[in-house]
């Protein structure tokens, strides 16, 4: 069929052709040709008028409905792009443009209940696991700076006033050479839903299109049969059908943006706009429109719409985001406990987690929904197992469910619970207890999963620091080396065999009930030195030297208090440069601890500094870096 389909394609271009010329053009043997015209002239595909020595070839009714057949095939046919390498862990916001509306970026425009346009998606992207975030900026490119922190790339496009976006996608390149990314337009408003949704979704490349939302200047979507993009107009006229709107959120594999930056090199209009391109290569390539039925979501053109936003999308967006959240919460609940009865789910508070409190056949409980942005810092299959040891144990809260892949909780309320604060937890009677609980954990022989090591966490922060672009000391680097000579010194002289240990180990997580003392939130829990917890203790509850004496004589009564305490502010050095990397990862991230982390570094400097002066002429014998 495929020589057929060429000859016919000849034929009708140029009806005054040769065979000769024909087995020239189609690669075909000339005695193929010849049979081959006359199969055709059998079925009555062709007719052949000889005037002199040519011929004429005339397409009949029935060879050109063959053609037209056999050319709308290879129109449907699409290249598959490559499937992706992994989890989409980039975006990048377009945020160049001017309206004339606004004094500045319209992705700066404030929300009801705080942040601007842009705030939101930055905090989305962050929930669903998107470490680099580019924004690109032109107009007010100030006013963006200082709206975003360290781990947000900005790219400027000079250009953006006589440009289209795809010239603003263009500045980004870049910084996407072999990535896949999340494409988003700055002025957008949607549901937090439409995130994951873009990211679960199986195909490479796709575009987020809805229902047409009739605000006059949409970017109208036909698709096909099978769900892929045909093209996009704003001109219902140049549409065979009206599949939806597209809205501005898009995922492009590295492969489709690499097609995408060829095409565009040929360009010639400054105007041109990114979807346009994609409708242009989805003629070759199979790019899947995502429709996302009865979605909240605006986008701001002009002060009517932003007005329109505040007063209606917005606030049905926050009520949706609540009622899905609490119905996701809820079906699970449902399956925990046996039940087709909904639960009243009561917010608890959570920086790192969604915790909600509710009641079940007259027992309190705690649902707990960890963010997304957590998987890279915590590894929840460790922790299931730990938190299941310890609540086995009694150290624990009783765990009713533990999902390992995403870290979801459900555990029975501690009855009378009583959070301890840094005061409380330095009252006499209440060390004695505390020291009695670590005492009780550090000698069980459980063999809890995983290993809890101060350099593996550094270094995995470190990474994660470096890789959103976060704030660094300038003595970072020689001071570290200090710290890792620390670390040799310790090895030689206060190697402690691992145990099991909490080693997240401040006052919040110390709960007195109405029977024990409760050691909850066992993320980090690991076999470790045992001074690690008891540091941690010590030092997040700002214990005098009196106070600390009294709590390691309780834990343990035949120590050995000076080997005990060297090995201890060892510790405290760790963990204080530990927690400060921590918290510069965090704000890189777009957290805010205010001077916690200096306060941290600067801690540690004086620890460090103390511990050399007591012991100098072990530093000295010390190998340094």
Request: glycine residues 6%.
């Amino acid at each position: 069929m495929e020589n057929i389909f060429r000859l016919l394609q000849l034929m009708d271009e140029a009806p005054r052709i040769s065979q000769r010329e024909l087995a020239k053009q189609s690669g075909l043997s000339l005695g193929s040709v010849n049979a081959l015209v006359a199969e055709l002239q059998e079925k009555n595909l062709i007719h052949v008028e000889k005037q002199g020595h040519s011929s004429v070839y005339q397409i009949t009714g029935e060879g050109g409905a063959l053609l037209r057949r056999l050319m709308l095939a290879r129109r449907q046919h699409k290249l598959r792009l490559k499937p992706l390498a992994g989890p989409v862990r980039t975006a990048v916001i377009l945020a160049a443009g001017r309206q004339k509306d606004f004094p500045g970026p319209v992705c700066l425009l404030p929300l009801p209940r705080g942040g601007t346009l842009l705030a939101r998606s930055l905090s989305i992207l962050r929930e669903n696991g998107v470490e680099e975030i580019i924004v690109v900026g032109g107009y007010a490119l100030d006013a963006l700076r200082e709206a975003l922190s360290p781990a947000e790339q900005l790219v400027e496009n000079p250009q953006y006033r006589f440009t289209g976006t795809m010239t603003s996608l263009a500045a980004a390149a870049p910084l996407l050479k072999g990535k896949d990314f999340l494409l988003l337009e700055g002025d957008l408003v949607y549901e937090r839903q439409l995130i994951p949704k873009v990211l679960e979704n199986d195909t490479p490349s796709c575009i987020v299109t809805a229902n047409v939302s009739g605000s006059g200047d949409e970017a109208y979507v036909e698709e096909d049969a099978l769900g892929d993009l045909v093209t996009i107009s704003m001109d219902l006229r140049q549409l065979n059908r009206i599949s939806g709107e597209m809205i501005g959120v898009s995922k492009i594999s590295a492969e489709l943006f690499d097609r995408m930056m060829e095409t565009f090199a040929e360009n010639e209009n400054p105007f041109f706009n990114y979807e346009y391109l994609l409708a242009n290569l989805a003629h070759l390539y199979r790019i899947r429109c995502l429709r996302v039925d009865d979605l909240s979501w605006g986008e701001v053109d002009n002060n009517a719409q932003y007005q329109h936003i505040l007063s209606a999308t917005f606030p049905t967006i926050v009520k949706r985001e609540e009622v899905s959240r609490l119905h996701d919460a809820q079906a699970l609940l449902r399956t925990v406990f046996s039940t087709q009865e909904d639960l009243v789910l009561t917010p608890a508070g959570g920086m790192t987690n969604s915790n909600y409190r509710f009641q079940w056949d007259g027992c309190a409980y705690i649902l707990r929904i960890p963010y997304p942005s957590t998987a890279s810092m915590i590894d929840r299959r460790q922790e299931a197992v730990n938190n299941a040891w310890a609540s086995e144990a009694g150290l624990n809260a009783e765990t009713l469910y533990f999902d390992p892949d995403t870290g979801i909780k459900v555990t029975r309320c501690i009855p009378e619970a009583e959070t301890l604060l840094n005061t409380t937890a330095r009252l006499p009677g209440m060390m004695q207890e505390i020291a009695a609980l670590l005492r009780r954990l550090h000698t069980s022989g459980a063999p809890l999963a995983g290993e809890f090591s101060f350099l593996v966490e550094l270094e995995r922060y470190e990474e994660i620091n470096r890789r959103l672009g976060g704030f660094w000391p300038e003595d970072y680097a020689a001071f570290r080396a200090q710290v890792m000579t620390l670390r040799r010194l310790q090895e030689r002289l206060y190697a402690a065999a691992k145990a099991p240990c909490h080693n997240d180990l401040v006052a919040q997580n110390l709960v007195r009930g109405k029977d024990r003392l409760y050691l909850i939130d066992w993320e980090y829990a690991g076999m470790n030195d045992p001074a690690w917890d008891l540091a941690s203790y010590l030092q997040e509850c700002e214990h005098t030297p009196e106070e600390a004496d009294y709590f390691l004589s309780c834990y343990d009564p035949d120590a050995d208090l000076s080997y005990l305490r060297d090995r201890i502010q060892i510790q405290m050095v760790y963990q204080d440069l530990l927690w400060s990397v921590w918290t510069w990862a965090k704000e890189a991230g777009g957290n805010d601890y205010g001077t916690y982390g200096a306060d941290r570094y600067r801690r540690c400097h004086q620890r460090l500094a103390q511990f050399r002066a007591a012991h100098e002429e072990a530093w000295l014998q010390t190998p340094q870096s």
